[in-house]
């Protein structure tokens, strides 16, 4: 199973910094899944809340406020320097999409223009590019602004999408997979490859090997692969 680092390493350093993917490459990750939001002024940032008061002292939401503005207060770190990062250390990125949001899919749009700039890098490393989003609406999108460049997968965490993913990758759940772990099967059937994400313990990992995951996205890469027993 391919190892992909949720948000970077953030079980161990902050989630979606630049410290946390840089930490995910010393831990030996395949790639790096990362929430993409646009700031006021449509600069596309590596944040999976729409606003910072979680991560942060202060509550500003980040489709209001620019990119200096937000420089200011929490480090955001841009996808663009996650994208060159991925390039240079080969590793695949698996990209979330938020739904809803303000700016409805232009966060989509810019991030496909972005990537299309890089197409020939990216295609020179060899690295795998898969969009995701809970939306299936932006996932239909998604696939035809592919164009086959890139690949396309649904987020899943109930029965009725996971019968009618329109996709040939999943990303499940592991809470539903373990009430469920024929869902997997069908997949296979289909044809279909597994992510399953957030894989933290032993006994999902397991679980994951069992049901023929294609990937575990995890907060704990390095961890992983060592309960994985890979080298």
Aim: some cysteine; hydrophobic content about 35%; overall charge positive.
């Amino acid at each position: 199973m391919l190892i992909i680092a949720h948000r970077g390493a953030s079980g161990e350093f902050p989630e979606g910094s630049q410290l946390a993917y840089e930490q995910a490459l010393t831990q030996g990750a395949d790639g790096f899944e990362c929430d993409l939001r646009l700031t006021k002024d449509n600069q596309i940032i590596c944040y999976h809340d729409s606003n910072t008061k979680r991560l942060s002292n202060i509550d500003l939401k980040i489709a209001d406020t620019t990119f200096a503005q937000l420089s200011q207060s929490i480090s955001p770190y841009p996808f663009e320097q996650l994208l060159k990062l991925a390039l240079e250390n080969k590793k695949d990125l698996v990209i979330e999409f938020k739904h809803p949001v303000p700016t409805a899919g232009r966060v989509e749009r810019l991030t496909h223009s972005l990537l299309k700039q890089y197409k020939d890098q990216i295609k020179s490393a060899g690295i795998s590019i898969t969009l995701i989003s809970f939306s299936y609406f932006a996932t239909l999108r998604n696939m035809f602004m592919s164009r086959g460049l890139y690949k396309s997968g649904l987020l899943i965490n109930n029965k009725f999408y996971a019968k009618i993913t329109p996709t040939k990758i999943a990303a499940v759940d592991i809470k539903l997979l373990s009430k469920y772990p024929d869902i997997a099967r069908r997949y296979k059937k289909r044809g279909i490859k597994l992510y399953i994400w957030t894989v933290n313990t032993e006994s999902d990992l397991k679980l994951c090997e069992k049901l023929g995951a294609y990937a575990v996205i995890t907060d704990y890469p390095a961890r992983t692969r060592k309960l994985l027993g890979y080298p």
